[in-house]
């Protein structure tokens, strides 16, 4: 069974998927790419990227958090989960943290956590962890362009994601 | 119905002339532990296998399945609901414990409301029992009345020797050996007949010697009195190291409780169904919260569910098969046989 | 084993009789030899059923979470609790960690020559059994079955958290009950860890692609964890969108079992809890080790409970510590 409650005419769906993307059938692959970036740095960071012209790929979907270490180990996991090809984590530089040590604890966790993950036998180099401070709007677009292009290479994730999100 | 005979050396080819036509299931070995899982070649059957970790009930009500789909794709929704099992298919290797534990699940979803899901696999299926090898220590389905030496199902079977001697139960099950005429044979009947019987004579003779052949059901079922049963003091001892946990509820063949989910999939949602476990602190949570707080009303619910308040809906019929899972699984091995000799009647203590 | 069995048993009644304590936390003899079960003895009379043997592996410190802050009422006694060695260091946690009231707690420490597992026993094909005696040697258990009998090396079957014990020695106690020397560790408990470490990442990966594909969800690894000790857990949260029940053709289960071991990084105190309790036998000690293992290489030997008080490694750090994508290549070799 299969009711269809919305737009049904052929064109005008054609037409739609074309412009969400589903038609993905005759594009090159993308990877999809999820980079968390602290308010107080990085996220400057990006945008002093944007107003410097300085151009990364479109395929970097930037969450802001309000620190580093508000990422918990279960965002980067659900970011994979739903279909996410890598994850990057940027903040400020050790020592710069706008609260003082949060990037410290940020540290530790994701040592242990990317540690864990190549342990389960997730390719290395899916996740990375960068310090970019609001002046470094150059190597902000440097990173970018460096990490897409290593998942590039990577292909995509078959390993840690939810069959369901890709159906 | 005569009985029919295969030499155990022989089960690959059995398995694969059922497997060209239905899909197969039977317990399959994985990382040192049995559950049953689809058969493919070398798969093998090992008899003396007494118990897979989860019951054979997932074959007909599996542990989680999707029940809807929503699709965005732009600006369409999609609704498609996932048709029940249309294919017929074979499970293999069941034992008396757990063919009564099927029954225990038909008078809950094939009595009204039916369950459309359950009733499709019901239909499609077709049970293969096999007489226990080797009962456990842990064993007592005698104390619900089951007869662990004629198994029941669409297909009985039994071991004796090198043999698999099988028996049509249902037409369904004659159906099947009719398919499989050529690979399993006739044989002499009355031969056969007395295989079987000696086997199931010997098997009498140890299940009269497992620990719990005396454990009854007395104090439990229609005749009980609810409240008091409900009231008795000892459900706080007896609940007291219970760590709330599932596995109980999870290897029980006869446990059918569900939620019903949905996953946000990012571009849909799926909806499926899960089973629950009334030991969660989530359990039929409702709007003003949970209705058993604390882990001493959740464990009570559990063995009165199956003693009292089953025996209550579906004459007297108890929802326990004794297979014995819950006494080697539970992590602080509390089981449903330490509450019936705690709260039953005198024999058994 | 019998010596300080009798004794532990006879000072439980004697603390509750002179009013020390007004309950016992301890083990109670069960249906069968094996399946002693954690119980709260709260009278004299109970204490019948109070047993300390060879299959008392259940670690009894998260019982006194709920055991020691309800029997601060007025004039209650303390709560006796009995610990084997390596259950101190989980009390220690619990206490760094502010969940026990000590105040309220008489630990009596009891001497332990390795636990049981009766999964071991009937992996080495006993089936039906009814019974075990500790042969006069010491180092046998005679089983008997409905089928027969037969010997095991008790070193054969202990339960895997014994295989690495870390010794002998409790690390708090108000009385102590004992007759072994403390030998210091046994075994070398990192090395499933390391065994795959040595893999390639497609076996690793094949390795618990068939391992975790067993979970089927019960908690059991969580709910028995005395370090898991929310009160509200995240997977519990219908809110969080990763509280399935159970896999459907999911990666949550993977991410269940990094998460609850990521979760007690730093204060899991490797009690081996996790792994006796999982009903599908999932070594699931492997996931804590590689945390403790990874946190002893870069950031320094760490043994959490090894006393009350200490400040865990992940709520810790130093200026020079080792970055993520160094750690990866470090943690791996």
Redesign the interface.
């Known amino acids: 069974?299969?009711?269809?409650?919305?737009?049904?005419e052929p064109a005008?769906?054609a037409?739609?998927?074309?412009?969400?993307g589903?038609n993905t059938e005759n594009k090159e692959w993308r990877p999809r790419i999820v980079a968390f970036c602290c308010n107080w740095c990085s996220y400057a960071g990006a945008d002093l990227a944007g107003s410097s012209r300085l151009s990364y790929p479109a395929d970097v979907k930037i969450i802001r958090v309000p620190c580093s270490c508000r990422v918990n180990p279960m965002f980067i996991l659900k970011a994979f989960e739903?279909?996410a090809d890598g994850v990057i984590l940027c903040g400020c530089h050790p020592g710069d943290c706008h609260y003082s040590t949060g990037n410290y604890y940020t540290r530790r966790r994701m040592a242990l956590l990317f540690s864990m993950l190549d342990y389960i036998g997730v390719e290395r180099g899916r996740t990375r962890v960068e310090w970019v401070s609001a002046a470094e709007g150059a190597r902000f677009s440097a990173v970018m362009n460096d990490f897409v292009a290593k998942i590039t290479e990577l292909g995509e994730n078959v390993k840690v994601g939810?069959l369901?999100?890709k159906? | 119905m005569a009985v029919k005979i295969i030499p155990l050396n022989e089960l690959e080819k059995l398995f694969a002339a059922v497997a060209l036509t239905k899909k197969l299931y039977l317990p399959v070995e994985?990382?040192?532990?049995y559950?049953y899982a689809p058969w493919e070649p070398g798969t093998g059957y090992d008899p003396e296998v007494?118990h897979t970790?989860?019951s054979a009930k997932g074959v007909f009500f599996p542990?989680?399945?999707?029940l809807v789909?929503y699709?965005r794709?732009?600006?369409?929704?999609?609704?498609?609901?996932v048709?029940p099992e249309d294919e017929d298919f074979v499970v293999f290797g069941v034992h008396a414990c757990d063919v009564a534990g099927f029954e225990v699940l038909d008078r809950v979803f094939l009595s009204d409301p039916v369950d459309t899901y359950y009733k499709a696999r019901r239909e499609h299926g077709t049970v293969v029992s096999v007489m226990c090898a080797?009962?456990?220590?842990?064993c007592f389905c005698g104390t619900f009345g089951i007869d662990a030496e004629q198994p029941g199902g669409d297909v009985q079977s039994w071991i004796s020797g090198d043999t698999l001697y099988m028996e049509a139960l249902t037409q369904k099950g004659e159906a099947l050996l009719d398919q499989l005429d050529g690979i399993i044979m006739d044989g002499n009947d009355a031969e056969n007949r007395k295989a079987v019987n000696d086997a199931a004579e010997e098997h009498k003779e140890?299940m009269r010697?497992?620990?719990?052949a005396d454990l009854t059901t007395d104090g439990f079922g229609k005749e009980a009195d609810l409240l008091t049963l409900f009231g008795r003091p000892e459900w706080k001892?007896l609940s007291?190291?219970c760590?709330?946990?599932?596995?109980c509820?999870?290897?029980c063949p006869t446990c059918q409780c569900y939620?019903i989910?949905e996953?946000?999939?990012?571009?849909g949602i799926?909806r499926?169904r899960?089973?629950?476990?009334c030991m969660?602190?989530?359990f039929t949570?409702m709007a003003h919260g949970s209705p058993r707080p604390d882990q001493l009303q959740r464990f009570r619910q559990r063995f009165m569910h199956k003693l009292k308040y089953y025996p209550d809906n579906y004459d007297g019929a108890f929802s326990c098969v004794g297979c014995g899972r819950c006494?080697?699984?539970c992590?602080?091995?509390?089981?449903i046989?330490?509450v019936m000799?705690k709260l039953g009647g005198a024999d058994n203590d | 084993m019998q010596k300080v069995s009798e004794k532990v048993i006879a000072r439980a009644r004697e603390l509750m009789h002179d009013g020390t304590v007004s309950k016992v936390v301890g083990w109670k003899a069960?249906?069968?030899f094996y399946?002693?079960?954690?119980?709260?003895f709260?009278t004299e009379e109970?204490l019948k059923d109070l047993v300390y043997n060879r299959f008392c592996g259940?670690n009894l410190s998260k019982?006194m979470i709920k055991n020691s802050i309800a029997s601060g009422g007025e004039g209650a006694g303390k709560v006796l609790v009995l610990l084997k060695p390596c259950d101190t260091y989980s009390f220690n946690q619990l206490l760094t960690e502010h969940r026990i009231d000590r105040e309220n707690v008489y630990i009596l420490g009891v001497g332990c020559e390795g636990m049981c597992d009766i999964?071991r026993i009937r992996e080495r094909g006993f089936?039906?059994?009814?019974g075990v005696l500790e042969a006069d040697s010491g180092n046998e258990l005679v089983i008997t079955?409905?089928?027969g009998e037969g010997k095991v090396n008790i070193d054969d079957v202990l339960l895997n958290k014994c295989d690495s014990c870390k010794g002998k020695a409790h690390k708090i106690y108000d009385e102590l009950i004992s007759d072994n020397e403390d030998e210091g560790p046994r075994g070398d408990r990192f090395e499933g860890v390391r065994e795959l470490e040595a893999m390639s990442p497609e076996q690793r990966f094949a390795f618990w692609q068939?391992?975790l594909?067993?979970c089927?969800?019960?908690?059991?690894c969580?709910?028995?964890c005395p370090a898991c000790s929310c009160r509200k857990c995240v997977f519990?949260n219908?809110a969080s969108?990763i509280?399935?029940?159970?896999?459907?053709d999911?990666f949550e289960e993977k991410m269940f079992h990094i998460i609850r071991a990521f979760h007690v990084a730093g204060r899991c105190t490797d009690c081996g809890?996790c792994t006796?309790?999982c009903?599908?036998?999932?070594p699931l000690h492997l996931f804590n080790r590689k945390y403790i293992k990874d946190i002893n290489d870069f950031y320094g030997e760490y043994a959490a409970g090894e006393e009350a008080g200490q400040r865990g490694p992940l709520i810790s750090f130093t200026e020079q510590d080792i970055e993520p994508g160094h750690a990866v290549v470090k943690g791996g070799n």
């Open positions: 069974m299969s009711v269809n409650v919305s737009v049904n005008v769906k037409a739609a998927e074309n412009a969400a589903a739903r279909g939810d369901r999100c159906k | 994985k990382a040192g532990q559950d007494l970790v989860k542990q989680s399945e999707d789909r699709k794709d732009g600006f369409s929704l999609s609704i498609a609901q048709a080797k009962p456990e220590e842990t140890i010697k497992l620990p719990l001892e007291s190291s760590l709330g946990c599932g596995t509820t999870y290897v939620d989910r996953y946000d999939t990012g571009h799926s499926f899960v089973w629950d476990s969660y602190s989530d949570m006494l080697q699984k992590p602080i091995s509390m089981n046989v330490k000799k | 069960g249906e069968f399946d002693c079960e954690p119980n709260v709260e109970s259940a019982y999964d089936k039906g059994i009814t079955t409905l089928y068939a391992e594909s067993k089927i969800r019960c908690n059991a969580r709910n028995a519990d219908n969108g509280a399935s029940k159970a896999n459907t999911s809890e006796r309790v009903p599908q036998g999932i």
